[in-house]
Structures are given as structure tokens and as C-alpha cells.
């Protein structure tokens, strides 16, 4: 009798244990779904159980908080990219109306220090504009939601571009540009305005942040477009190089801090990458976008 009683009490507990199991593994897997889904459903348990009810009621505790907290930091976000463009649209009328009345002074009529200051106040015009054009074109980036749709795009005679239209400012600053590698006729799915926003970006931090040499490679692989952006830096950089990707950081007073976070976040919408490496001379962009070798533009360009 007492072995049908204890067998009894085994077959219970091992059940208890099976169930105890189970329901473990049912709130790993509501747990993955949230993770993986970002849905918002709390989790629940099929069996009344005291110790886990009060276990998954805590956790749904720390889950509505924490889901609370995402939203009032997308919200302030939203607010953020809001307000940088309206402040961006309010300061641009009024500074055009004074670089307006500035280009309007009769010039000649002013001595040798009246035109120094007159050219003093056009220089502070001018970045002033510079800043105000790059908190603009960061707010437009930040709240595009959607890739545009994607064509056919040259990149190595869009490269080839940009490179051009800031020759004259590398030439001003003494620096010269090399090409490591360029492969010709490369086609990728893309967007070519925002491309030309990418190297334009990468282009203007060589010319502000480095000195001597920038060399450029342009190569491809059956599925990337790997393009490289290496030069000598004008001094060693205080951060780790990834950070130069984060918005408003900059090594200098004259830079917003907004041009490689304008770049990732178009690099990324293109489903591409962009990563940093540093020496103590040197400083590297690495930028990979997507690239179909077999696809049917690709091979028509290289016949």
C-alpha cells in the first residue's frame, strides 16, 4: 500500500515538474515573440500557479515600464527632429535678408578697416549658413521614413562626380586625391541624390579633419560595393573612431557634428554599412553597399 502511495506522490510530483517545465519554456517563447515582433501583449500562463503568477505579473510590471519609457523617448525624438527643423526654416529668412543687405553696401565707399570688418561679418554670414544648411539636411535625413525608390546608378561616375565638384577646395587646401582602385561601369540599385549626399559628407570631413593625401578605392565582390576613404589625420583622435558617427560629436569647434551621422543613417536606409577605423596617423572609412553581380543592369553595363 505505502508503495502505490509513493508511487503515487512520484507520478504527481513528476508532473508538477513537467508542467512547471512547460510553462517556463511558454513564457521564453511570449518573451522571444516580443523581442523579435515588438508586440505589447503581456504574458500569461495556462495553469493557476501562486509563485509564477506572481513572477509573470512582475515582469509584465517591467515590461509596461519599460515600453513606457520607448515610447516618451520616440516621442521625444519626434519632438526633436521637429524642432531642428523649424529652428533651421525660422533662422534662415532673416539671415538671408542679412546677407542681402550686406552684399547690397557699396563697398568702395568704406576705408581699409571698414572692409576688413565688412569681410569679417560675410565669413561669419557664410558659416553661419553652413551650420543652418546642415541642421536642415540632418532633419530631412532623420525623418524620412522610407527608402526612395531605388534605380540603376552609376556609382563609380557618381564618385566621380563629387569628386570633381570639391576638387578646387582640396587644391586651396594643398591636398591631393588617389586612387587605390577604381573599378569603372559599376551599377548598383540605389538612389543617386543620396548617394551624391554620402560622398559629398565623406569628401567634406577629409577636407576638414585631415591633411597631405586622400585615397579612394572603389571595388566590388559578387554581392558588395565596397568603396574606401583613407587620409592622414591633421592630429590623433581623442575618441574611438565610431563615435564620429554619433550626431553632434565633433573633434573640432567649427563643425556641427552632424555630417558621417547624416551618412550612416543614409548608408543604412540604403541597406549598406559604413565603419571606422583609426591609427594614430591615420583615419579609414570603410562604406559597403549592396551589389548583384549577376543582375540583369550589371551585366548589360559591362557589355
Known amino acids: 500500500m505505502l508503495i502505490y502511495v509513493l508511487l503515487s506522490i512520484l507520478i504527481l510530483l513528476l508532473f508538477y515538474i513537467l508542467s512547471m ?26 495553469l493557476l500557479h501562486r509563485q509564477l ?3 509573470v505579473a512582475s515582469w509584465n510590471d517591467v515590461l509596461a515600464h519599460e515600453q513606457q519609457l520607448r515610447q516618451a523617448s520616440v516621442q521625444q525624438e519626434n519632438y526633436y527632429k ?20 550686406l552684399q547690397l553696401l557699396d563697398v568702395s565707399a568704406l576705408d581699409a578697416a571698414q572692409q576688413q570688418k565688412y569681410q569679417i561679418a560675410l565669413a561669419h554670414v557664410a558659416r553661419l549658413e553652413a551650420l543652418l544648411h546642415s541642421f536642415f539636411e540632418y532633419a530631412y535625413v532623420m525623418n524620412q521614413q522610407q527608402t526612395p525608390p ?15 565638384a570639391h576638387y578646387a577646395a582640396f587644391e586651396q587646401q594643398k591636398m591631393r586625391i588617389e586612387f587605390a582602385t577604381i573599378e569603372e561601369n559599376v551599377w548598383l540599385l540605389s538612389d543617386d541624390e543620396w ?27 559578387e554581392s558588395q560595393c565596397i568603396m574606401t576613404f583613407e587620409n592622414p589625420l591633421l592630429q590623433p583622435l581623442k575618441q574611438p573612431p565610431e563615435i564620429l558617427f ?11 557634428g552632424l ?32 551589389f548583384d553581380k549577376s543582375s540583369s543592369f550589371t551585366k548589360t553595363a559591362e557589355m
Open 195 to 221: 548617394l551624391s549626399r554620402i560622398f559629398d559628407n565623406l569628401l567634406q570631413n577629409s577636407l576638414s579633419h585631415s591633411a597631405e593625401t586622400l585615397t579612394i578605392s572603389l571595388q566590388t565582390t
Open 150 to 164: 531605388l534605380k540603376p546608378v552609376q556609382v563609380d561616375a557618381l564618385l566621380t562626380e563629387a569628386i570633381a
Open 246 to 256: 554619433e550626431r553632434f560629436y565633433h573633434e573640432q569647434s567649427q563643425s556641427t
Open 82 to 101: 521637429e524642432f531642428v527643423s523649424n529652428i533651421s526654416h525660422d533662422f534662415r529668412t532673416p539671415l538671408t535678408a542679412i546677407k542681402g543687405s
Open 259 to 290: 555630417g558621417l551621422a547624416i551618412v550612416r543613417k543614409l548608408v543604412e536606409q540604403l541597406g549598406g554599412s559604413i565603419s571606422a577605423t583609426a591609427t594614430n596617423d591615420s583615419l579609414h572609412f570603410a562604406l559597403i553597399l549592396p
Open 53 to 55: 503568477n506572481t513572477l
Open 21 to 46: 517545465k512547460q510553462q517556463l519554456r511558454t513564457i521564453q517563447r511570449q518573451l522571444m515573440v516580443r523581442q523579435h515582433t515588438h508586440q505589447n501583449q503581456p504574458l500569461h500562463l495556462q
